[in-house]
């Protein structure tokens, strides 16, 4: 049974920037939940920022909060570790949630901190695409089920 990386704000988990969830509630996210295939991670706590923490956005290469505080080393820290679960535990793909600049696989926010969206990919789901992780989106969980269907069907 393939394994899938989960951000854990989708899975109702309160570890959004301000202390909130993202839950999602689509069939299939929850299929996999009570099929035991989910591993939830929150690269931003788990990079070492607390919830709820300032809101950041990528300028760059850079994430920085509106008062300009640099925090990339955090997000950093946190790529490295959901790239270490998913090692771990043989993980191919993940479901993270897009416009967060950790877990973004379509747009990110422009570092204006102005709602300016931006065609990009975070922190983490950039590091997770360099090592192999197919990233899907919370509004791609149908195309993400048919990858998961052809993992499992190739011997």
């Known amino acids: 049974m393939?394994?899938?990386?989960?951000?854990?704000?989708?899975?109702?988990?309160?570890v959004r920037y301000h202390g909130g969830d993202a839950a999602c509630g689509?069939?299939?996210?929850?299929?996999?939940?009570?099929?035991?295939?989910?591993?939830?991670?929150?690269?931003?706590?788990?990079?070492?920022?607390p919830t709820p923490r300032p809101p950041a956005e990528l300028v760059g290469i850079v994430v920085r909060t509106a008062a300009g505080v640099d925090v990339t080393e955090a997000f950093r820290r946190g790529a490295q570790t959901a790239l270490d679960v998913a090692?771990?535990?043989?993980?191919?793909?993940?479901?993270?949630?897009?416009?967060?600049?950790?877990c973004a696989s379509?747009?990110?926010?422009?570092?204006?901190?102005?709602?300016?969206?931006?065609?990009?990919?975070?922190?983490?789901?950039?590091?997770?695409?360099?090592?192999?992780?197919?990233?899907?989106?919370?509004?791609s969980i149908d195309a993400a089920n048919q990858y998961v269907r052809g993992l499992e069907e190739t011997p």
């Open 2 to 14: 393939q394994k899938i990386l989960v951000s854990a704000c989708l899975l109702g988990e309160r």
């Open 26 to 49: 689509h069939p299939v996210l929850r299929r996999w939940l009570e099929e035991g295939r989910l591993v939830a991670v929150c690269p931003e706590r788990d990079g070492g920022l």
């Open 87 to 102: 090692k771990a535990n043989g993980i191919r793909i993940a479901i993270l949630k897009d416009g967060s600049p950790s």
């Open 106 to 139: 379509s747009f990110v926010y422009d570092g204006t901190f102005s709602g300016t969206r931006t065609a990009g990919k975070g922190v983490t789901a950039t590091l997770l695409e360099a090592n192999g992780v197919r990233v899907f989106n919370e509004h």
